[in-house]
């Protein structure tokens, strides 16, 4: 008679402990740098990160416009004052600074788009990406009068809009592809907001072209251009996308490179 | 010319203010907020306010339909319940924005007209450029 003797339980890795220590999961590397207060530039594959001491002051990213389209779009700032401000700054964030010390930028105005801008930029910076994060230490930008937020309160803010997006319309392919207007019957009643974006469609512009013509954070675009999505109005081009494309993979190897690169950066 | 945060201390200067917050109503983040909160917890409420601020903004019924795009298409919302007030104003600016000054009185100390009054002036005061 053969006694069959069940093999010992594989280990198994201890997930919760390992996601209390990447913090929120968004990137393990940005929790890091928030532990150890550390100054200088976050370089992911959608956008960038300025901390200091561990603190977010701004974020950029190609996919949202930057403080010089939100304030010269619909005049709030003068086109020729905005230039005349970044040349003599080198950088937008200290054009932002000259401005308000010079007057021409109130502080409530200033608070209100850069951090409007910050969080637009921080939702593609910490996007789920396929290449891994480069820091760069350096000098502190010099904050004020900028407000700086907690990397936590960013993260948390990241992940609330993604579960909005998703609570709107799961299908993720339409925030980075051309849009084009479906063939449906009647549309149904839509915002001023929305049929501006939807005027806008033409079959080659993306959400964050429309966003950016429009003088508009992309998140706030997003949001609309799912709602059309879900209400059959627009719908997602075919053309394969030029800058952002979080393609699907399924590929056994990559998806186990991609665990590999999170511990390693969790470390 | 206030920052958020002076706006939201002199909003918790009226009389009966409990608690005053600026929340995104897109995204229902708080960008600001001093006092008490109805739950102890300012980031739900802020969530929550963005709820009702944007189905107002959203709905034909409330928004009115000719408003420029600088403006919100709603000036304030006001609840009342058993033992306080909530005035949610929209805050209108010349760039891309949605926000609301968000503020929590109590029913007995209150004085509703005078804070939709005040709210108003802060609103403006907050982004005179």
């Known amino acids: 008679m053969t006694v069959v003797r069940t093999p010992p339980p594989l280990p198994v890795r201890d997930k919760t402990a390992a996601r209390e220590q990447s913090g929120s999961g968004v990137s393990p590397m940005l929790t890091r740098l928030a532990a150890e207060r550390a100054t200088g530039v ?44 970044v040349q003599r700054a080198g950088d937008p964030v200290g054009a932002v600074r000259l401005l308000f010390e010079g ?22 910076a910490l996007a789920p990406s396929s290449t891994p994060g480069r820091f760069r230490y350096g000098s502190p930008p010099a904050q004020a009068p900028l407000r700086t937020v907690p990397v936590a309160t960013v993260e948390r ?26 063939e449906r019957g009647a549309a149904p009643p839509l915002t001023a907001r929305q049929r501006a974006v939807l005027d806008r469609v033409d079959g080659s512009r993306t959400a964050p072209d429309i966003a950016r013509e429009l003088g508009r954070r992309t998140f706030p675009t997003l949001m609309d251009v799912r709602r059309l999505v879900a209400a059959g109005v627009v719908a997602p081009g075919a053309r394969p996308p030029a800058a952002l494309a979080p393609a699907e993979v399924n590929d056994p190897d990559i998806t186990l490179l991609k665990r590999l690169r999170d511990a390693l950066e969790a470390l | 010319m206030p920052g958020i945060d002076e706006c939201l201390l002199e909003a918790m200067r009226l009389p009966g203010a409990r608690g005053a917050a600026l929340v995104d109503w897109t995204s229902g983040l708080a960008l600001g907020s001093v006092g008490e909160s109805p739950g102890g917890d300012h ?9 009702l601020a944007r189905l107002a903004a959203e709905h034909q019924a409330f928004a009115s339909e000719d408003a420029a795009e600088a403006e919100p298409p709603v000036e304030d919302l006001i609840i009342s319940n058993r033992d306080s007030y909530h005035v949610l104003r929209f805050v209108g600016t010349t760039f891309d924005s949605s ?31």
């Open chain 1, 157 to 182: 803010e990241t992940l609330r809009r993604r579960t909005l997006l998703h609570s709107i319309w799961p299908d993720a392919t339409s925030d980075g592809l051309p849009l084009s207007r479906a």
């Open chain 1, 103 to 124: 007057g021409s930028l109130a502080p409530g105005t200033l608070e209100l788009i850069h951090l409007g801008a910050l969080f637009d930029a921080a939702y593609f």
């Open chain 2, 99 to 129: 926000v609301v000054l968000h503020l929590w009185l109590a029913r007995t100390e209150g004085n509703l007209a005078l804070a939709r009054i005040r709210l108003a002036e802060m609103a403006g005061r907050l982004v005179l450029g």
């Open chain 2, 43 to 51: 980031e739900s409420t802020a969530t929550e306010a963005a709820e």
């Open chain 1, 42 to 85: 976050l370089m992911r594959e959608c956008g960038t990160l300025h901390l200091s001491e561990g603190q977010v002051v701004h974020a950029e990213s190609p996919l949202a416009p930057g403080l010089d389209v939100l304030l010269t779009a619909r005049g709030t700032l003068d086109p020729a004052q905005w230039w005349s401000a």
